[in-house]
């Protein structure tokens, strides 16, 4: 470290800074940085390297004069890990001290690493306790004044270093604490235990969504095509409006292929009465074509009835619930296949995707509480009264159990449809079990105990 050109201070001044100095460092790397750096001011060297005990005891390198970085592997911090390592072992005061003092080992890096004349100064607490130590280099001899006066200031420097540590050492801290007073340790055990013994109510969430619980189904009539809705989705009709219709253009043209049948039917039964008068054959005749007639009455009757049920209206009043109508639009469809169902607004209820991972026990009436996403603010009560056996896919893909509960109370917000997230309550069990419940389900899962 070169030395500046300004005058240094009167040994008693620098070394009442460095003390204040020493005080104001908030962490053990500004401490470390005042040592290494600013002691200079009260005695010139031209390195110096700080270090402490790890959590084993090795002494490591935590600062070095002049370098903000350390390199762990650099060939300079290895070699003065090792010099640290024996001063650490060799010297308990104060100790000035060149290469002919230490094994051959360290002779070969001592002329390319530190100055001719070195001082090994301890860092010590309150109570003795070695928290560290600096060694300095430098060209001249230490002088024995020198070596006091730094001897009194790595005094100060060991208690700031000291203080610092226990201020950091948050665990001891505490730990000391209860070891002096045991009872507030054993206090605080037991109002766990206890805590842990308290019955809690079971509870779990879950998403929901408000559905209606009787809802009529509207279905096809018969195979056909899809060809128009004449109400939109979510709407509500009256009863005998209509709601979709069929394609009609098959049986259109099978009516008037039926009703020219009929014409030349009842034409040929009427030629044969009028020959029966006059031909035995012919009265033979007429009453096979009279059958004839009435058969092709009777699908032409067949067909009307169908194109009847084209138009399909709304069994009751209700709101019709049905997709998107461009995805029915044009397509086929068999007799029977659900198309719209027609939910009572009166009769609302909430069905609850039940994840299998955060099943709980759940009694026939247990309380569920309802948060829309459009009114979080404003949950709704409802009440089980139908659980499924067994777990199926839920619209997430999720294996859940599907619950479906009856609202009690105001239901005004609740629009068929709508969606959120259910609270579900089970029974009280201890608070340890509510804790501990689903470590212990995981712990099982991997360890199959």
């Given at each position: 470290m070169t030395a500046p050109s300004t005058a240094a201070p009167s040994p008693l001044a620098a070394l009442l800074h460095l003390e204040a100095r020493a005080r104001a460092a908030r962490d053990l790397a500004s401490l470390d940085f005042v040592i290494a750096n600013e002691t200079w001011?009260?005695?010139?060297?031209?390195?110096?390297?700080?270090?402490?005990?790890?959590?084993?005891?090795?002494?490591?390198?935590?600062?070095v004069s002049g370098l903000a970085v350390l390199e762990g592997d650099a060939p300079f911090t290895l070699w003065i890990n090792r010099l640290a390592a024996h001063a650490w072992k060799a010297f308990g005061e104060p100790k000035a001290f060149t290469a002919q003092d230490l094994p051959a080992e360290f002779a070969e890096g001592w002329g390319e690493w530190m100055p001719a004349n070195g001082l090994f100064m301890p860092l010590s607490g309150p109570d003795g306790e070695r928290l560290g130590a600096v060694v300095f280099g430098r060209d001249d001899a230490w002088a024995e004044p020198t070596v006091k006066q730094l001897t009194l200031l790595h005094e100060a420097y060991g208690y700031s270093l000291w203080a610092l540590?226990?201020?950091?050492?948050?665990?001891?801290?505490?730990?000391?604490?209860?070891?002096?007073?045991?009872?507030?340790?054993?206090?605080?055990?037991?109002?766990?235990?206890?805590?842990?013994?308290?019955?809690?109510?079971m509870s779990v969430l879950a998403p929901a969504e408000v559905i209606a619980l009787e809802a009529q189904v509207v279905s096809a009539p018969m195979d056909g095509v899809v060809e128009a809705f004449r109400v939109k989705p979510n709407q509500e009709v009256r009863k005998d409006q209509i709601l979709f219709t069929l394609d009609r253009t098959t049986l259109a043209s099978r009516r008037d292929v039926?009703?020219?049948?009929?014409?030349?039917?009842?034409?040929?039964?009427?030629?044969?009465?009028?020959?029966?008068?006059?031909?035995?054959?012919?009265?033979?005749?007429?009453?096979?074509?009279?059958?004839?007639?009435?058969?092709?009455?009777?699908?032409?009757?067949?067909?009307?009835?169908?194109?009847?049920?084209?138009?399909?209206?709304?069994?009751?009043?209700?709101i019709a619930v049905f997709g998107d109508p461009n995805d029915w639009i044009g397509k086929p469809v068999q007799t029977g296949e659900r198309i719209v169902l027609l939910a009572d607004p009166?009769?609302?209820?909430?069905?609850?995707?039940?994840?299998?991972?955060?099943?709980?026990?759940?009694?026939?009436?247990?309380?569920?509480?309802?948060?829309?996403?459009?009114?979080?603010?404003?949950?709704?009560?409802?009440?089980?009264?139908?659980?499924?056996?067994?777990?199926?896919?839920?619209?997430?893909?999720?294996?859940?159990?599907?619950?479906?509960?009856?609202?009690?109370?105001?239901?005004?917000?609740?629009?068929?449809?709508?969606?959120?997230?259910?609270?579900?309550?089970?029974?009280r069990r201890p608070l340890a079990y509510l804790v501990f419940r689903r470590p212990l389900a995981t712990l099982r899962e991997w360890t199959g105990l």
């Open positions: 001011q009260l005695a010139p060297y031209r390195q110096a390297v700080v270090f402490r005990p790890d959590a084993l005891g090795r002494p490591r390198l935590t600062a540590i226990r201020a950091e050492s948050l665990g001891s801290r505490v730990m000391g604490r209860f070891g002096r007073s045991s009872w507030w340790l054993k206090a605080a055990l037991a109002a766990v235990l206890l805590a842990l013994l308290i019955p809690v109510r039926a009703q020219k049948a009929l014409e030349v039917a009842r034409t040929d039964a009427l030629l044969a009465a009028q020959k029966a008068f006059q031909s035995d054959e012919s009265r033979g005749d007429l009453a096979v074509l009279q059958g004839r007639v009435r058969e092709r009455e009777a699908e032409l009757a067949y067909i009307d009835a169908q194109l009847a049920r084209v138009e399909v209206r709304a069994p009751a009043t209700g009166a009769d609302a209820g909430v069905l609850v995707w039940l994840p299998v991972a955060d099943a709980i026990n759940l009694e026939p009436g247990a309380e569920i509480r309802l948060f829309l996403h459009v009114a979080p603010l404003k949950p709704l009560t409802a009440s089980l009264t139908q659980t499924s056996y067994q777990a199926t896919p839920s619209p997430d893909g999720i294996s859940a159990y599907r619950i479906r509960g009856h609202f009690q109370g105001d239901t005004g917000i609740a629009r068929i449809g709508l969606k959120g997230t259910a609270k579900l309550y089970g029974e």
